[in-house]
């Protein structure tokens, strides 16, 4: 049987992978990146989570998929890496231009004759701006969550019950947490008609979406990416079209194979070599 093509992609559109943590569906997310070869590649921010970052947990999987990323440039893919809050300390480094890769903060893009501004969405959170040990406190609650989701998973699976997820019932049963997102989006669409922008591109609230926000001064098509630990989600745009892509949807992508020495636990010293060596490659 053939090698599956890979399916083409004009633009993709990941955030919130967080990379690093417990909650990361590193695995998912390196099928995902398989079964694509996408022309431009975004990612906007919170790739890897520096808050929590620990050298006691990195597993393969999680360094395969910055392999992965880093081959995609080799293959003449456009990367271009936006910062968020939880990898903030790479925003000393905006401005830096490597060959196909780039690091800024946000970004304008045209798609299909129209323009997009692309950002995480940080700026938007008042938590974020005036009480920082306050956001990284929840951020380690909020990893404590995902183990404790993982435990009761594997209990309610074990009983052939379905999967739940303790974090997204939280958010949608606390009224703070829905108005806060409302406002976000409403708050990023009413800047970017502001400018006049077509699309306004965020991440950082883990909450995927699409839609049309009206406001007295015009509107704009807000876009959310949503993450890679609750809804493994993220955006394409392809022959004229936006949508939100979901994992859980696409069995092609369950479907793609993981070299067996990333899923046995590869070293990781090992991968950091051939990832040191992809990147000499990408610089020549």
């Known amino acids: 049987m053939g090698k599956r093509r890979k399916r083409e992609v004009e633009l993709v559109i990941l955030s919130d992978i967080h990379l690093g943590t417990y909650g990361c ?5 390196l099928r995902y990146l398989k079964s694509i070869k996408p ?10 989570d520096m808050w929590q970052f620990s050298k006691r947990y990195w597993p393969a999987s999680h360094m395969a998929v910055i392999k992965h990323i880093t081959g995609l440039l080799a293959k003449g893919t456009k990367i271009v890496y936006l910062t968020g809050n939880h990898d903030e300390m790479l925003r000393k480094f905006a401005g830096l231009r490597l060959g196909n890769f780039q690091i800024a903060n946000k970004k304008v893009i045209q798609t299909g004759g129209k323009s997009a501004w692309v950002f995480h969405g940080d700026v938007f959170d008042v938590t974020m701006k005036y009480s920082k040990w306050l956001a990284k406190l929840g951020a380690v609650g909020y990893d404590t969550l995902i183990i404790i989701n993982t435990f009761v998973n ?11 997820s303790l974090s997204k019932r939280v958010k949608d049963s606390v009224k703070q947490a829905v108005k806060f997102i409302n406002n976000f989006e409403e708050t990023a669409a009413g800047i970017a008609i502001s400018n006049g922008y077509d699309y306004v591109v965020c991440g ?9 926000i009206s406001t007295e001064q015009g509107q704009v098509v807000y876009l959310n990416s949503g993450d890679w630990v609750e809804n493994l989600t993220g955006l394409e745009f392809h022959d004229g ?3 939100i ?3 859980l949807d696409d069995p092609v992508a369950q479907a793609v194979k ?16 051939d990832l040191v060596n992809q990147f000499m490659t990408v610089k020549k």
Not at 25 to 29: C, G, N, P, S, V
Not at 154 to 164: A, D, E, Y
């Open 39 to 48: 022309k431009k590649l975004i990612l906007n921010g919170d790739i890897i």
């Open 25 to 29: 569906h590193a695995e998912e997310l």
């Open 204 to 212: 950082h609230i883990h909450q995927p979406e699409m839609k049309t």
């Open 258 to 273: 993981i070299s067996k020495r990333f899923s046995n636990g590869m070293d990781n010293q090992e991968i950091f070599r």
């Open 241 to 243: 079209t936006w949508r």
């Open 154 to 164: 594997f209990l309610l699976t074990s009983v052939g019950r379905g999967k739940i």
């Open 245 to 247: 892509y979901r994992y």
